[in-house]
Each structure stands twice: as C-alpha cells, then as structure tokens.
C-alpha cells in the first residue's frame, strides 16, 4: 500500500512540446504529491506539489493534475526546452512531515 | 542562504568496512531524512530523525544507523559494507517545527563498494 506507480520509464519530446507523467498511488492516507527534477550527480529538486484539496496547480510551464477518485496525478511540462532534459519523479507523502515514497522515475529527452 | 549541504562528494570502500556520511540541514530546518538512491531508481526512505531522536524508520537493516546533533546536522553510518550499498545517498531536510512538508535535498554522496 506504500507503493507509487510512474510511467512512463521514458519519454522523448520535441522542443515545443507537451510532456506529461503519470503517477498512481495505493495508500489513501497519502495527502501530499510533490514532483522533483534530478540531473545527472545531482539531487532531487523540487518542483511543484499538490495537495488533494484542488484538482489543479501552475506554476510556470509546469502544471500538476489530481485526480482524488482514481488516485491518479500527473506532471505536464508545455512549451518543453532541451533544458527540461532530465529524470523526473513524483512522490507521495503524509501530512506531517512524514517519509516521501518515490515513483520509480521518468527520463525525459527534449530534443531541439 | 545555504541549501541542503553534504560530505563527502564521494567515497570508495571495501566490502566489510564502515563509513559515516554526513549533512547539514538547509537554514531554520530542523528534521533531517536520508534516503538511498540506487542507480536508476527512485529514492528510498532510509529514516527521519528530529530533535536528535529517530522519528521514522523505513525498512532497512540495523547495519544503517544514524545520529542528529543538536545543531541539526545529521550523520549517516554504514556498518559492514556489502556491495548492494553503492548507490547515491541523500539527504532531505524540513522543517517539522514549521508545520511544513517540504523537502530540500543535498547533492547526495556516491558511495561505492568494491
């Protein structure tokens, strides 16, 4: 039930694209989904959360979609640039500052 | 103002050894969380310590051990090194005085064991 699912494992999109990653989750106590962007020999960096209270957030180029019901959210990425090349992952925690579990991660190319 | 800071970059060891790795919350954090990162993988919650004390604990063996300072800064240590703990170790700090569930993480520390 700790368990949060991510597809796909890669994606490749032209410049000026639309990405978009899909996350499920299990666990209904799960009420906070943040994203994170890592480049190679990096960490993590955050990049936009969402709580299950709103169905949508933006921020910039980036949105969050959530959907409570299908326990379901996905990150799209618009107008993509070569410099949004790199691994994406969402993650799923408890209010509380409690443990994130991690999807298994996304390679985005963006290719010029 | 200084993010999430770790040492050292990286480290070579030999399979049996021990090592400790080390991380300095981000300013006004005082909950540090280490994780393992496999390559190609996503992070694995490794345990959460806050007011010096382990908070939370994933499922990881007793080999890892952990300390906080009451500085907040925080070390990781690895007993009896296997070659199944290379991976990429990061820390994550928050703040659960501040009542927020945001996560910083350090550049991480490339353990490998030969």
């Known amino acids: 039930q700790q368990q949060v699912k991510q597809s796909p494992q890669s994606l490749i999109v032209q410049k000026g694209g639309i990405s978009i990653i899909n996350c499920a989750y299990e666990n209904t106590a799960f009420d906070y989904f943040p994203w994170y962007q890592q480049f190679p020999g990096k960490g993590p960096a955050l990049l936009i959360a969402?709580?299950?209270?709103?169905s949508e957030k933006k921020e910039g180029r980036f949105t969050i979609s959530f959907n409570k019901s299908a326990k379901q959210f996905s990150l799209h990425i618009m107008d993509s640039q070569p410099g949004d090349s790199a691994t994406y992952f969402c993650?799923?925690?408890?209010?509380?500052?409690?443990?994130?579990?991690f999807g298994e991660g996304t390679q985005l190319t963006v290719n010029p | 103002d200084a993010g999430v800071t770790q040492s050292p970059t990286h480290l070579i060891k030999t399979r049996g050894q021990q090592v400790t790795l080390r991380c300095s919350p981000k300013?006004?954090?005082?909950?540090v969380s280490w994780y393992q990162q496999a390559l190609g993988q996503g992070p694995q919650f490794i345990f959460q310590?806050?007011?010096?004390?382990?908070?939370q604990r994933g499922n990881f063996p007793d080999r890892f051990s952990g300390h906080q300072f009451p500085n907040y800064s925080s070390e990781l240590n690895v007993n009896a090194l296997l070659l199944g703990d290379s991976a990429l170790y990061l820390c994550?700090?928050?703040?659960?005085?501040?009542?927020?569930?945001?996560?910083?993480f350090g550049p991480g520390t490339r353990l490998t064991v030969l």
């Open positions: 993650a799923a925690s408890r209010t509380g500052g409690s443990r994130l579990t």
């Open positions: 300013s006004g954090h005082d909950t």
């Open positions: 969402i709580r299950p209270d709103v």
């Open positions: 310590y806050y007011e010096e004390e382990e908070r």
């Open positions: 994550a700090s928050s703040s659960l005085a501040g009542n927020t569930d945001t996560q910083y």
